[in-house]
């Protein structure tokens, strides 16, 4: 068999075409991965014609169903179809640079907000991180726990993380869901629209999938002897675990960073809201949690170094899925472990709605109840999230001002 791609069009663009497309899309792009598909859809799709919507269809496909940051992923994956390799770095770079240099400016400046207003304010966005959070759990509770076995699935996981905190039950929950999940044999075939067309070969795609293993198995063990390394590798394995996207990535990093005394709840949490202001990926929360670390590196360098290890594994993973995945989801049997390894997701981030998010932002009725009105907000009233946030700031102000 040829390591040579197949049915690859003649590439049509530039990598300045793509950084212009994905920069407006970085700027523009707010309500997290699911949102962000629907941007790119109507921008490259509909307006711009790079691919059609079948070829498209198939590429969100793979995306939400590998670990990593679905939209940040299929944005890597469509610029690598229009202008090559430097077409992936350029979407790549576009797509997450407006966030995360709003996250490093909040970041730098956050120490410095005090006083009764703007402990308020920072009071204010990690009240309304409760609201956004129970949002997604909600969400993807329906979506991927729609039946008593997989919410018994998701169920469990809180369970796992009850007895085993940290990553490590993370993991656990993830394993014993997919083992459920495959035991229930719900999964059925996909429809196969046709070959990805990504010149990606299968020799590529494999040095890909080595790397993602060889990197999560030797960073623990380099960890040891530099603290940054021991960032790269807490972060890499953040993103490595991340099935879901978007909110699901609040427990691995909060386990990688609060649990081990890197950062404090309170700046997590603030960070976590700040993060829902800004348009782009979500993944991008690396950035402000890489500066405010409490051990060196941190500030500008530490922000670098968490932003790349979390988003690492998902480009690693996706290139080395590519020549495989139509092949891969034929088999009825990789759905059912996929469905059981989501449903534990659930539990995964209802378990982080507990705690640290709840637990730590909720100290009266009157902080439940702003929360609430976020998450009515959110649910009912159909807000954007980054809107909520906004109305958040002024909320916990005049609970720090009203006795």
């Known amino acids: 068999m040829t390591d040579q791609p197949t049915n690859i069009p003649p590439r049509q663009g530039t990598p300045a075409e793509v950084f212009a497309a994905f920069l407006k899309l970085g700027l523009t792009s707010f309500g997290g991965p699911i949102a962000h598909l629907g941007y790119f859809r109507d921008e490259l799709v509909t307006r711009r014609k790079w691919l059609n919507d079948s070829a498209y269809a198939d590429l969100v496909a793979l995306c939400q169903f590998l670990p990593g940051p679905a939209s940040s992923q299929v944005g890597f994956a469509l610029g690598l179809m229009r202008a090559g390799w430097a077409g992936a770095l350029a979407a790549f770079a576009a797509f997450t640079l407006p966030s995360a240099l709003v996250l490093l400016v909040f970041a730098m400046t956050a120490a410095s907000i005090s006083g009764p207003v703007g402990d308020g304010a920072l009071h204010g966005l990690k009240i309304v991180a409760v609201a956004i959070v129970a949002q997604a759990v909600w969400g993807m509770a329906r979506n991927l726990c729609p039946d008593k076995e997989r919410a018994a699935i998701a169920a469990v996981a809180v369970a796992v993380l009850a007895f085993v905190p940290g990553a490590l039950g993370m993991i656990g929950a993830i394993l014993i869901g997919a083992i459920l999940g495959l035991a229930l044999g719900r999964g059925t075939v996909t429809k196969v629209h046709g070959p990805a067309i990504l010149p990606v070969s ?12 060889g990197l999560l198995t030797l960073l623990p063990l380099l960890a040891t002897q530099g603290q940054a390394l021991a960032v790269i590798d807490s972060f890499y394995r953040a993103g490595a675990l991340v099935f879901g996207g978007g909110h699901v990535v609040l427990p691995l990093l909060q386990a990688e960073t609060v649990a081990t005394g890197w950062v404090t709840p309170d700046q997590f949490l603030a960070g976590y809201g700040a993060a829902q202001a800004a348009p782009g990926p979500l993944f991008t929360f690396a950035a402000y949690l890489g500066a405010v670390l409490g051990p060196a590196p941190n500030g500008l360098t530490g922000a670098v170094l968490a932003l790349l290890a979390l988003f690492l594994p998902g480009f690693l993973i996706l290139i ?6 139509n092949r891969f989801r034929s088999i009825a049997q ?8 989501n449903a534990a997701v659930v539990g995964i981030l209802g378990a982080a709605l507990y705690t640290p998010v709840f637990s730590s932002a909720i100290g009266d009725l009157r902080d439940f109840a702003l929360a609430l009105i976020c998450f009515v907000l959110l649910t009912a009233w159909k807000s954007p999230p980054w809107v909520v946030v906004i109305l958040s700031v002024p909320g916990g102000i005049a609970l720090a001002l009203i006795p």
């Open 320 to 325: 080395a899925a590519l020549p495989f995945w």
């Open 334 to 341: 990789a759905q059912s472990l996929m469905q059981g390894a």
């Open 202 to 213: 299968r020799k590529l795609a494999t040095g890909a999938g080595i790397a993602f293993l």
